[in-house]
């Protein structure tokens, strides 16, 4: 039996509000996955009772859980889609976790939910190495926009996976040949690419900064595949610097971090765009390291292009962080604190 985690030992919160209650037992055939469905020391349940306010008691492979009716289905749902995840042959993640409850949260009535929410659920990528799926509401819409428009802008907070879900799109366009190559790049850390003071050739100076982006291509593609289109030049990864004169057609172009770009390099990146290519920006307007008093590229091009046609903006918050749960906390912590002390700066303006 799983361990009561620290909230377990409370009086229910359905018995404290009335609420009508329900138990349900689930049992899943493979001990084996059901072992990996629960996670190491019953995390993966700890959460889903934390999430959705149950008590959820494991024995052997079989849970059975507690709580208001509602949350005791969105429960089971959620359990049986992670469990048909890890029969499909794939991994498991506390981020999977954290999408699938999302997910059937989301659900405007029990009555419309299929027991299969791979299939009437959230939006998904299928490449060749996995299958990419959306894990909330904002990464469905963003995927959703990334098939839609030939432009797409993409802020909100760390972890919401901006990035990794637009080089999923790139891969998946380019494994269709739908484009010819991708051309991602990113500032290097300052506006103003200031790498002097690092060791090493320009490559080396640049390439630990562009490394969130390798990673997002070993982890969506073989590795062997990944080094042969660096080569080729199929996949190219470069600084922002580097894309000044050129035009890039047939490809699938992202540019990460682009609260870091003025507004002189935003319009620059932006004409890039050549024909049948698709642009992908993205980046997270509270990290913005440009001096005091001027403006994010990135900002002022939302406002200034978001209403056009073909171009699509997806806003992310805290709700679509899926990293460990804490990293939502935190960014909510922070949006509240900036919220205080901008309002406290408009109270003492005259």
């Not at 907070?157 to 366009?173: D, E, Q, S, Y």
């Not at 309002?343 to 005259?350: D, G, I, S, T, V």
Request: glycine share 8%; proline share 4%; hydrophobic share 40%.
């Amino acid at each position: 039996m799983r361990q009561p985690g620290p909230d377990i030992g409370r009086k229910a919160p359905w018995k404290q509000d009335g609420d009508s209650a329900a138990q349900i037992v689930v049992a899943f055939d493979d001990n084996q996955l059901a072992s990996s469905l629960f996670g190491r020391y019953g995390e993966n349940l700890a959460l889903i009772e934390r999430r959705l306010g149950v008590v959820a008691d494991q024995r052997g492979n079989h849970v059975t859980i507690e709580g208001r009716r509602e949350a005791c289905e969105q429960a089971r749902l959620a359990l049986e889609a992670l469990y048909d995840r890890l029969r499909g042959g794939h991994e498991l993640a506390t981020g999977d976790v954290e999408g699938a409850i999302r997910q059937v949260m989301t659900q405007s009535s029990l009555l419309e939910v299929d027991s299969s929410i791979e299939r009437t659920g959230f939006d998904q990528i299928r490449l060749r190495k996995r299958l990419v799926r959306a894990r909330t509401p904002g990464q469905n819409d963003y995927l959703l926009a990334l098939k839609r428009h030939t432009l797409v802008f993409a802020t909100g907070p760390a972890g919401t996976g901006k990035t990794w879900l637009a080089v999923a799109h790139a891969v998946h366009l380019f494994e269709r040949r739908e484009v010819d190559r991708i051309v991602l790049s990113r500032p290097a850390v300052e506006a103003g690419e200031r790498l002097g003071f690092l060791p090493g050739d320009m490559r080396e100076k640049v390439d630990p900064y562009l490394r969130p982006i390798y990673d997002a291509f070993y982890d969506l593609m073989d590795r062997g595949m990944v080094e042969r289109a660096l080569q080729s030049g199929e996949i190219e990864i470069a600084p922002l610097a580097f894309m000044r004169g050129r035009t890039l057609s047939n490809a699938a172009v992202i540019l990460d971090e682009a609260q870091n770009t003025t507004s002189r390099q935003m319009k620059m990146f932006l004409t890039r765009l050549g024909e049948h290519s698709r642009m992908i920006v993205t980046g997270d307007p509270s990290q913005v390291d440009l001096p005091d008093g001027e403006r994010s590229g990135l900002d002022e091009a939302v406002s200034l292009l978001a209403s056009l046609e073909d171009v699509g903006h997806s806003a992310f918050t805290a709700a679509d962080v899926v990293r460990h749960e804490l990293v939502s906390r935190i960014v909510t912590a922070y949006d509240a604190s900036d919220a205080a002390r901008n309002k406290k700066r408009k109270e003492k303006r005259p």
